[in-house]
C-alpha cells in the first residue's frame, strides 16, 4: 500500500475504535446510572425532583468535574456526597458518557 493509503487506513481505524470504546462506555454509563442516578435525575437525565438538575446533553467534562468534585469532599450536598463517594473513575467517565451522549432538543414556544 502507498504511505497516504496507510495512514488512512490507521486513521479510519483509530476512529472505530474509538467509536466502538465511547459506545461501550455509554452503555456502562447507562447502566449505572439507571441504578445510582434515575431516581432524581430521571431515568433520561431530565430531573424528576425540582431540586435535582437535568443531567442530558451536559458536557462530559462537566459532569466528571462534578462528580469528582462531590466525591473529593470539594463540593457538597446530602445526597450527592453520599452517592459519588464510591464511585471509581471508571464509573464516573462512563457516566459522563451517558449524559453527554443523551441529545436536547429545544423548541420556541
Known amino acids: 500500500m502507498k504511505e497516504v493509503d496507510m495512514k488512512n487506513f490507521w486513521a479510519w ?3 472505530l ?6 459506545a461501550d ?5 447507562r447502566a449505572k446510572a ?3 442516578c434515575a431516581l ?10 425540582p431540586s435535582a438538575p437535568n443531567l442530558a446533553g451536559q458536557p462530559a467534562i462537566y459532569v466528571s468535574e462534578q462528580l469528582k468534585n ?12 453520599v ?7 471508571t464509573e464516573i467517565m462512563q457516566l459522563a458518557a451517558w449524559y ?3 441529545k436536547v432538543t429545544v423548541e420556541m414556544p
Open 13 to 15: 481505524g483509530l476512529v
Open 17 to 22: 475504535a474509538m467509536s466502538s470504546t465511547l
Open 25 to 29: 462506555e455509554v452503555t456502562a454509563g
Open 34 to 36: 439507571d441504578v445510582a
Open 40 to 49: 432524581c435525575h430521571g431515568l433520561l437525565g431530565v430531573a424528576s425532583l
Open 70 to 81: 462531590y466525591r473529593s469532599g470539594k463540593r457538597a450536598n446530602e445526597v450527592m456526597s
Open 83 to 89: 452517592i459519588a463517594k464510591p464511585l471509581t473513575d
Open 100 to 102: 453527554s451522549a443523551i
